[in-house]
């Protein structure tokens, strides 16, 4: 199962060449589970603010995207402040992921040598092209 991670494999041949090393450590009929943004030249990835409290503090997150053809830039920027005032904690987060559509999951999938690729849109129901994320089962 990789969660929100397969992305960070950037262009087309990387994919291809990381799905077949999953491939590779996968029992016959081992199945890969995974989810990514769905690029679909649509979808907009636009900056959020969350507040929230946890434990004994209260925490801020800004995220931030900056799509520049086909690879996303996201950070985040979190502060943890005790509610006491004793403490704050400021972690900030730096990624790149690559974007691909449902299409080149699939044919990355295939050319990795899945046998069975399935795709599920937001809730797990039916792909739609749409959709913002989707969700991936491919089988050995």
Not at 89 to 104: H, I, M, S
């Amino acid at each position: 199962v990789v969660r929100q991670a397969i992305n960070y494999l950037i262009d087309y041949e990387g994919l291809v060449d990381g799905l077949r090393a999953m491939h590779a450590h996968l029992n016959e009929d081992g199945r890969l589970i995974f989810n990514a943004p769905n690029f679909n030249g649509n979808a907009e990835y636009g900056d959020r603010f969350l507040e929230y409290e946890q434990g004994d503090y209260n925490v801020k997150v800004q995220e931030m995207n900056v799509v520049d053809g086909r690879v996303i830039t996201h950070t985040q920027h979190c502060v943890l402040m005790k509610k006491d005032g004793s403490d704050i904690k400021k972690v900030y987060d730096l990624n790149r992921f690559g974007l691909f559509t449902a299409e080149e999951f699939t044919r990355a999938l295939q050319e990795a040598g899945f046998r069975d690729v399935k795709l599920l849109g937001k809730g797990l129901t039916d792909y739609v092209p749409e959709s913002k994320t989707l969700y991936c089962v491919a089988t050995k």
